[in-house]
């Protein structure tokens, strides 16, 4: 199945457009984008970059170690990319260590958008000028040092993707996941029953289903209390209590 026009479409420049679209060409976004709910496509910095060399990079005013991407490539492909679909909401986002930090609002907050444009940085950084006035919004995925925006691209756009109608098969997994409450998941269990002596909270092989659901909020809120105590202060309630993980409701 096809679409004419995709329900989002996710534009990456890169001058290293041959690793999309690596993982996301699997799971639950390769099959959205087999069916044509989502478009993904890589463009190459260096097709906005002066002939014959086509050189993207050039060094710092001022010295200094490394290279900084030229601004002319990139207000190029900003340009033409927000010609190609005039009539569609487009934010351009730079990939940044300096940008707002990646969560699950921001997440909702771009699935929102019908073309997301995301401008992958490398080296030492982008000509500020690229910041200030050809993008519409900056993101950083944390605080670590990558080698280039691809990576954080694509942590982006898997996020979103699974909030776009249709890539997720089941809604109500998306309500359940981490970060939307928002709390940690609970524990998950399978079968075996009994593993090596460990056994699944007898809770879950009761069959009461309050009883169940009840555990689980309270084992979200436990994990989320040890591992993420930030999450519950900003919920602004007192450190919850409730089962330690892998044990039953007693």
């Known amino acids: 199945m096809s679409r004419e026009r995709p329900l989002r479409e996710f534009v990456v420049v890169t001058i290293f457009p041959d690793v999309f679209p690596g993982p996301l060409a699997r799971g639950v976004v390769g099959r959205a984008l087999e069916r044509g709910l989502l478009r993904l496509s ?16 050039d060094t710092p005013f001022g010295g200094g170690a490394g290279m900084v991407l030229k601004p002319e490539p990139l207000f190029r492909a900003v340009d033409a990319i927000r010609g190609e679909a005039p009539d569609r909401k487009t934010r351009v986002i730079l990939l940044d260590p300096a940008g707002r930090r990646f969560d699950q609002g921001v997440a ?18 982008v000509d500020e000028r690229v910041r200030e006035h050809a993008v519409d919004d900056e993101i950083s995925i944390g605080d670590y040092v990558l080698s280039g925006g691809e990576i954080p691209a694509m942590v982006v756009i898997d996020a979103v993707a699974r909030l776009v109608p249709g890539v ?6 998306l309500v359940r996941e981490s970060f939307e ?22 809770v879950l092989l009761s069959g009461h289903h309050a009883r169940i659901e009840a555990w ?16 519950i202060r900003a919920r602004g309630e007192p450190a919850p209590r409730g089962p330690r993980e892998g044990n039953d409701d007693e």
């Open 108 to 125: 909702r907050e771009l699935a929102a958008v019908e073309r997301l444009v995301f401008l992958c940085g490398r080296y030492e950084g």
């Open 181 to 202: 409450v928002p709390l940690l998941d609970h524990p998950h269990y399978t079968r075996p029953a009994e593993f090596r002596g460990w056994r699944v909270p007898e």
């Open 216 to 231: 689980r909020r309270s084992a979200a809120r436990e994990r989320t209390r040890r591992r993420r105590p930030d999450l």
């Open 168 to 173: 997720v098969g089941e809604p109500e997994s």
């Open 42 to 57: 890589a463009r190459n910095l260096r097709d906005w970059a002066e002939p014959p060399h086509r050189v993207v990079d």
